[in-house]
């Protein structure tokens, strides 16, 4: 017997969506060029291996992917099974398929896993020679950038605690999952799947104290690039390791009715979970449209964490252990976003500046350097905050002296 599925797609909380997955009301169905078609084709031809029977998908409808990406969300239109309403397909259209790896693995890692503890939308099929995702539908479900663009500070800050908590709650529950994620890579390719970000911080590492004196006129101490190598150690350190969602960007993490969902796993890797920890007090080190957040806010979001990941790694309560860990963390982003604004060109940089327009790269970097030098003052690390506001002058010199604006869920 087939059904036949019209209703729309579920709405797991309210307002619109962004990111991959989440679409506004008023999307149309895209036209349906070659790729899309394509991609709809490619994906029944993969459920129906899966499942063993035909799966009739319709309406494409288009949820924002990338050069390297096709994201749609389409009607399942026919189908034998009791199967959702809709699904969301991603297919790579363009090489290396590392991403594609990366993603494919980590939605299996966390597919295995108990309901409760899946943080992400479940995988229905992937197929690695069409470079092709099938996944769960989370429907219109906002996102933290929409609350952090919105005008209720009280819910931004319950999302952002939130996100955070669950940020802490996703590294626990992948604790000792490093063999199992190696092990899905292997079935997939030949190839080590490694941290996108460990080839990057040995070129910061390498390139930033040079750029910084040639560019901006600062030199950079033996003793604080002792300390950056430190940072970078962190990377393949061998604890504190779970799962990394890697791209911290706020329109990647749905708010829904279970919980904060992750979304984009094109950098989906094991590594130290301090890296990600700093993205807490670096907010959304990965994204050139950050603003600022209100003073206390990082404090608050690193306590909600700290509460999660404790129960694995208690040495986390520790501060002797855990803030001089952290400013190395913070340390490394910091050189990163450097290196990504001194060296690239817009067109070659892999940050984006998100959905919506954001304040001038020069004044977010400004203020990460600015954040830095505070730490390094409350941490004793006098070389690393004189360092710091030696590049605060010049970048203020250089255009970074006006104020990051907070969000505008703060503002009032």
């Not at 996102?143 to 996703?170: F, I, M, P, Q």
């Not at 080839?199 to 002792?226: I, S």
């Not at 329109?251 to 984009?264: A, M």
């Amino acid at each position: 017997m087939t059904v036949e599925i019209a209703a729309d797609p579920p709405d797991t909380g309210k307002g619109s969506g962004g990111g991959e997955q989440g679409v506004g009301a008023a999307l149309e169905v895209v036209t349906v060029d070659e790729a899309v078609d394509d991609t709809v084709r490619a994906a029944e031809k993969l459920l129906a291996k899966r499942f063993g029977s035909r799966i009739a998908l319709a309406e494409p409808q288009d949820l924002g992917g990338s050069e390297r990406s096709i994201v749609l969300r389409v009607r399942v239109a026919e189908t034998p099974f009791a199967l959702p309403r809709t699904m969301v397909l991603k297919r790579y259209v363009a090489e290396p398929s590392a991403s594609f790896v990366r993603e494919a693995v980590s939605y299996q890692l966390f597919t295995a896993l108990a309901e409760d503890d899946r943080m992400c939308p479940e995988l229905f099929a992937h197929d690695g020679e069409m470079r092709l995702l099938v996944i769960e539908d989370l429907g219109r479900a906002p996102t933290l950038a929409e609350k952090l663009r919105g005008a209720d500070a009280r819910v931004a800050e319950r999302a952002l605690l939130s996100w955070a908590r669950s940020l802490g709650k996703l590294h626990a529950t992948t604790a000792g999952r490093e063999a199992d994620f190696d092990a899905l890579g292997r079935r997939l390719t030949s190839m080590v799947q490694k941290d996108p970000l460990a080839e990057q911080g040995m070129h910061a590492l390498d390139e930033v104290p040079a750029l910084l004196e040639a560019k901006l006129g600062v030199a950079t101490p033996d003793p604080v690039l002792q300390r950056a190598t430190q940072s970078t150690r962190l990377l393949s350190a061998p604890g504190h390791r779970a799962f990394s969602p890697s791209d911290s960007c706020p329109d990647n993490n749905l708010l829904t009715s279970r919980g904060v969902r992750f979304l984009d796993f094109e950098g989906g890797c094991i590594r130290s979970i301090l890296v990600d920890a700093a993205c807490l007090r670096v907010p959304f080190a990965t994204c050139w449209c950050a603003n600022r957040l209100p003073r206390g806010m990082a404090e608050a979001m690193l306590a909600a964490w700290r509460a999660e990941v404790r129960t694995m790694w208690p040495d986390i309560d520790d501060d002797a252990v855990f803030l001089p860990a952290l400013l190395d963390a913070q340390l490394f982003w910091v050189w990163l976003a450097t290196w990504r604004f001194l060296s690239l060109s817009a067109a070659q940089d892999s940050w984006v500046d998100g959905a919506v327009p954001g304040p001038p790269r020069i004044v977010v970097l400004t203020e990460r350097w600015r954040d830095l030098c505070t730490a390094a003052r409350q941490a004793g690390a006098d070389r690393v905050a004189v360092h710091a506001s030696a590049v605060v002058a010049a970048l203020e010199k250089d255009g970074g002296a006006e104020e990051l604006p907070l969000y505008p869920a703060f503002r009032d």
